[in-house]
């Protein structure tokens, strides 16, 4: 089974500090995705990697960064933390060409 | 821009019933679209995925169908069980990524 972690499940942080999510995935995937997720907004990608060192923004990427450094694991970067930024984070890995996305189970973040 | 509109935030069904949720994609056609499972303070789990070329897919009690034509799957649970109480997602592809719909919270009351 496809088994995707995450660092936290809940964290909770003061305005303006720097937060790092991790993502770990023991399935060798090329693809990895980060989304946050609200009430009545739905899943929405900050960022995606489809290759280690390669990063492209998704539609909310603003306030955030990643960085891969290896395949299995993709990071998540808050460079200071705001209050608007208190939300679900849920990770992602695919396969090229499976279509299907295993995710994580989540980590609550709450900026105080 | 492709969107996906689940037109009900919340569905109350009885036990025993067939629960029916609705996906909406805007714009083109996906090549397939995806149904995912979400209990509350977890992450979505994949159910099942459909292409534009089949009308109907099963898998146990549940079925997915997809009418290009309405532009719209419609997601199906026979025999409900307070089990299947959980949110579900409907997701198309949009280039490399996916775009998701905001979701059906499904309540199955004994």
């Known amino acids: 089974d496809v088994k995707v972690t995450q660092s936290s499940r809940y964290l909770v942080k003061r305005t303006g500090e720097k937060v790092f999510l991790e993502c770990v995935q023991d399935?060798?995937?090329?693809?990895m995705f980060w989304y946050r997720q609200d009430p009545g907004l739905g899943l929405r990608l900050i960022y995606f990697?489809?290759?280690?060192?390669?990063?492209e923004k998704g539609d909310i990427p603003e306030g955030y960064s990643v960085s891969r450094e290896k395949k299995e694991r993709f990071s998540l970067i808050l460079e200071s933390a705001s209050t608007n930024q208190t939300s679900m984070y849920l990770c992602?890995?695919?396969?090229?060409?499976?279509?299907?996305?295993?995710f994580g189970p989540g980590t609550r973040l709450t900026v105080l | 821009s492709q969107k996906i509109e689940q037109n009900s935030e919340a569905l109350n069904i009885q036990e025993g019933k067939t629960a029916t949720l609705t996906c909406n994609y805007t714009?083109?056609?996906?090549?397939?679209l995806q149904w995912y499972r979400q209990d509350p303070g977890r992450g979505p789990v994949f159910l099942l995925l459909?292409?534009?070329?089949?009308k109907e897919k099963r898998k146990e009690r549940l079925k997915v169908t997809f009418d290009t034509t309405l532009k719209q799957s419609l997601f199906h649970i026979t025999a409900s069980q307070p089990a299947d109480s959980a949110t579900y997602l409907c997701?198309?592809?949009?280039?490399?990524?996916?775009?998701f719909g905001p979701g059906t919270r499904l309540s199955v009351l004994p």
């Open positions: 992602a890995s695919s396969s090229p060409g499976v279509d299907t996305q295993y």
């Open positions: 399935m060798d995937h090329e693809n």
């Open positions: 990697s489809y290759d280690v060192k390669m990063k």
């Open positions: 714009n083109y056609s996906p090549a397939y």
């Open positions: 459909i292409r534009e070329n089949e």
């Open positions: 997701a198309r592809r949009a280039g490399q990524n996916f775009v």
